[in-house]
T-cell receptor, first 112, second 113 residues
Framework: KQEVTQIPAALSVPEGENLVLNCSFT??????LQWFRQDPGKGLTSLLL?????REQTSGRLNASLDKSSGRSTLYIAASQPGDSATYLC???????????FGKGTRLSVIA | NAGVTQTPKFRVLKTGQSMTLLCAQD?????MYWYRQDPGMGLRLIHY???????AKGEVPDGYNVSRLKKQNFLLGLESAAPSQTSVYFC????????????FGDGTRLSIL
């Protein structure tokens, strides 16, 4: 059974710092991996989707990498801002039609 | 351009009562999903649908029923609510399964007393 772990559970950094969020999964036979952002009291917003054949995806100040063989993904946030404060979740799927398995998230606080 | 809309946003029920949560999407998506989010448990899939008239069980389907009579709507029913079903419920949709990102609603906060 696929398990997704995100460490740390919570992270607090000063504004302007570059930071890395980690995601690990136990079964390397994945179809794709997604990173989401969740603001308090809101639903999830998709940030980046990495197909299993890809090594990384970038969107603005965000860069997500994928290493299937080691079962790891990282989300790099450059020049963090207070508006980046949220919970970040990663999720993996085994195929295009099987459900996503989510990690429990990392709660990020960026202090001005 | 509403995206995914969930109704109601909040609800308090007594044990044994029934209710239906409504999810509506205006993006012509084929796939729709119901999740529950609990502290320390993360998001877990309850049921999903790969198209109008279809439904399938997810990880935690017991105590819930779903229907997808129209492509744009996905209903989640609780037949006899239990305190263990106190949770935040999220609906999501996507165009081509997991080949493309899922779009989420803002959730329904349900308390069972």
């Amino acid at each position: 059974k696929q398990e997704v772990t995100q460490i740390p559970a919570a992270l607090s950094v000063p504004e302007g710092e570059n930071l890395v969020l980690n995601c690990s999964f136990t079964d390397s036979a994945i179809y794709n991996l997604q990173w989401f952002r969740q603001d308090p009291g809101k639903g999830l917003t998709s940030l980046l989707l990495i197909q299993s054949s890809q090594r990384e995806q970038t969107s603005g100040r965000l860069n997500a990498s994928l290493d299937k063989s080691s079962g790891r993904s990282t989300l790099y946030i450059a020049a963090s801002q207070p508006g980046d404060s949220a919970t970040y979740l990663c999720a993996v799927s085994r195929s295009g039609n099987t459900p996503l398995v989510f990690g429990k998230g990392t709660r990020l606080s960026v202090i001005a | 351009n509403a995206g995914v809309t969930q109704t109601p946003k909040f609800r308090v029920l007594k044990t044994g009562q029934s209710m239906t949560l409504l999810c509506a999407q205006d993006m012509n998506h084929e796939y729709m999903y119901w999740y529950r989010q609990d502290p320390g448990m993360g998001l877990r899939l309850i049921h999903y649908s790969v198209g109008e008239g279809t439904t399938a069980k997810g990880e935690v389907p017991d105590g819930y029923n779903v229907s997808r009579l129209k492509k744009q709507n996905f209903l989640l029913g609780l037949e006899s609510a239990a305190p263990s079903q106190t949770s935040v419920y999220f609906c999501a949709s996507s165009y081509q399964g997991l080949r493309q990102p899922q779009h989420f609603g803002d959730g329904t906060r349900l308390s069972i007393l």
